[in-house]
């Protein structure tokens, strides 16, 4: 450990004896540590309140607290911190208790200087190399549970999109039939048919509940669909003034307004057109559904040289936050039966994967959603 | 005005489909055979005069695009409507390029697929007429040389 890293240690020292504990202090300080003091355990943990330190060295005998309570109640709050006992001369028991209770080590007095100094130090860098593993094992775990997830959707994914397919078949089998009785009942022989607008009405039901089974296995089929995107330069900005003019109606009818915005130096980037086409169409219509009338849709484009953001902010009723999770899952909807098919971020996260981009939600309950889409800037002549 | 019929043959594995199916159809006025594989569908070509074929892609045995080469080769007149309950419609392409008219995805929408029939069935008597007119002028050309 270089000399100038003295200089992160944040160190505490806790002593009762007034003449040890100031020289200590005074050349601990002059070579860089970061040094605090207090002549009570009472005291230590006052200042430990006020700011966490990275060693705390610490006496065994002092009135009051005394040094092995001191470390409990320190190894209690701050279970980083690491304490280096400080023992009496031939009171070894008092060291090793200390290491049971989690001490990192023990000195006997008269303590050496460069010794004391020694010890902070290893103390230190085992405070940084459990810091380290902890950070790792975090972002191991993170890293599980969103695989973990992925593969939960991609499977998801497949399964469903086999039942869509099962389903169809049979579907195929209702939608004739209740086509053939339709044009049944159209033919002069049951003119005087009893009853028969009841028989029309209910085969009406029938072919309009086909037609909405169908858009959940044709989008569902659509998912998976291995369809070789094609590529082309586009303005992102253009690309969403366009495809606002499909949601347009649907949008004048709630007397939502939708407004369009740019930041950053937009310029145009080579990606599938549809693919971002359909991701649009998506947000854009959950936002729709999920504001009120007289709401506000803002669709934002931003670009920077290495990504583009997608940005569909709605005043809408907002996510609650159980449903934070679920909201990429297919068939998770909250809209009214009939309205939603459950599929459209199902649809839009797994668009944004194959674009090698991500989705990011924020939403509150009442006041809005802002759903955000970072996709990476591809140039044509840069990738492989 | 009288509409010809258009003279379908409808070939799924599904028995209960192509029953609904070809009632509906033949209900509207067009004239429907069917069969439930694609052997039986060449079979059924072999003697039938066939303007349209509407061909599941997903049967046991020789499948849609298989029987449709086969179509291609030995009927290649008759024009093919594919359906497909799946939702790639990559095979459905393959299938347009192999000769196939256009493809479904089914369940059909009934005006759509009726759209489809009409245009095929149009196709087909061009083509037809085209031979007529070319076979006529056939004839002449061998009249004068006499």
Known sequence: MAEEDLNHIRLLLIDDEDNFRQTLFKRLGKRGLQVRQADSGEGGLALLKAEPADVVVLDVKMPGLDGIEALRWIKAQWPQTEVIFLTGHSTTQDGVEGIKSGAFDYLSKPIEFEHLLEKIKHAYQKKTRDEERRQEAAYKARIEQQMIATERLASMGTLAAGVAHEINNPLAIINEAAGYLSLLLKKEELAAMPRRQDFEKAIEKISSAVKRARVITHQLLGSVRKQEPVFAEVDLYELAAETLQLVHKEAANKEIRIYQSQGGNPAPIWIDPNQVRQILINLVTNAIHATGKEGKIEVRIEADPESSTLIVSDTGKGIPKENMEKIFEPFFSDKPPGEGTGLGLFVTRQIVDKLGGTIEVQSRVGVGTSMKVILPNRNPLKST | ?146
């Open chain 2, 1 to 146: 005005m009288i509409e010809i019929p258009t003279r379908i043959l409808l070939v799924d594995d599904e028995k209960d489909f192509v029953e609904m199916l070809s009632m509906r159809l033949t209900e509207s006025g067009e004239q429907v055979t069917v069969a439930y594989s694609g052997q039986e569908c060449l079979e059924k070509l072999a003697r039938t005069e066939v303007d349209v074929v509407i061909l599941d892609i997903k049967m046991p045995g020789m499948d849609g695009i298989q029987t449709l080469r086969e179509i291609k080769g030995m009927f290649p007149l008759v024009e093919v409507i594919l359906l497909t309950g799946h939702g790639t419609t990559e095979t459905a392409v393959k299938g347009m390029k192999l000769g196939a008219f256009d493809y479904l995805l089914k369940p059909a929408d009934f005006e759509n697929l009726s759209a489809k029939l009409q245009g095929a069935k149009k196709k087909k008597d061009e083509q037809d007429e085209r031979i007529r007119q070319a076979e006529a002028r056939l004839l002449l050309r061998k009249g004068g040389n006499i």
